[in-house]
């Protein structure tokens, strides 16, 4: 079975520190995806990454970024954390992107900025 | 470009209702649809998918058609129990370098 695991499942930190988020995988996966969900919205990709040392923007951006260094691990960070970057964060895994392959969750980190 | 419509929640059933969520979507070409579970505490499972048109996906008493000239997946459960409340997300994939669109997702509440 694929694992994706999260390094939190809750998280609390302050306005304005940095924050990382980490997740691994260990299937082999080329794909990996940071999503937010939050009540009402549902999930809403902030980064995504096909390969090693790649990273593509997706919906929501702003305030986060990515690194990829191993094919397994992809870190999300939060630059400078706000308040209006609590949430629920998932990080998903794939094979590569031929569309009928689907993505593997890890169990999401709940992130409070308080 | 592409999007998924789900039917908003809370949906509240009895056990042994039966059960449909409904999901239409938008593509420019010919996606894979999903549909994906996410219980209380964790995060998404994959439900069941079908990857053209009159396909079935079938997963634990699930089951959805892709409808390609309605452009709908939706999903139905003769009997539904308790432990399937949970949150369904509808989701869509074309092939190439697009990642997973999602719906926004159906509350599902059994009582017994």
């Known amino acids: 079975d694929v694992k994706v695991t999260q390094s939190s499942r809750y998280l609390v930190k302050r306005t304005g520190e940095k924050v990382f988020l980490e997740c691994v995988q260990d299937?082999?996966?080329?794909?990996m995806f940071w999503y937010r969900q939050d009540p009402g919205l549902g999930l809403r990709l902030i980064y995504f990454?096909?390969?090693?040392?790649?990273?593509e923007k997706g919906d929501i951006p702003e305030g986060y970024s990515v690194s990829r260094e191993k094919k397994e691990r992809f870190s999300l960070i939060l630059e400078s954390a706000s308040t209006n970057q609590t949430s629920m964060y998932l990080c998903?895994?794939?094979?590569?992107?031929?569309?009928?392959?689907?993505?593997?969750f890890g169990d999401g980190t709940r992130l409070s900025i308080l | 470009g592409n999007s998924v419509t789900q039917m908003e929640g809370p949906v509240t059933l009895s056990e042994e209702a039966f059960l449909t969520i409904n999901c239409t979507y938008t593509a420019t070409g010919y996606p894979s649809l999903f549909w994906y579970v996410q219980y209380p505490g964790e995060g998404l499972q994959l439900l069941l998918k079908?990857?053209?048109?009159?396909d079935k996906g079938s997963n634990k008493g699930f089951e959805a058609t892709y409808r390609k000239e309605t452009t709908s997946f939706h999903l139905e459960k003769g009997s539904v129990q308790v432990s399937d409340s949970a949150v369904y997300f509808c989701a869509l994939s074309e092939a190439g370098n697009t990642p997973l669109v999602f719906g926004k997702g159906t509350r599902l509440s059994v009582i017994a």
């Open positions: 079908a990857t053209k048109a009159d």
């Open positions: 299937m082999d996966h080329e794909n």
């Open positions: 998903a895994s794939s094979h590569t992107f031929t569309g009928s392959q689907p993505q593997h």
């Open positions: 990454s096909y390969d090693v040392k790649m990273k």
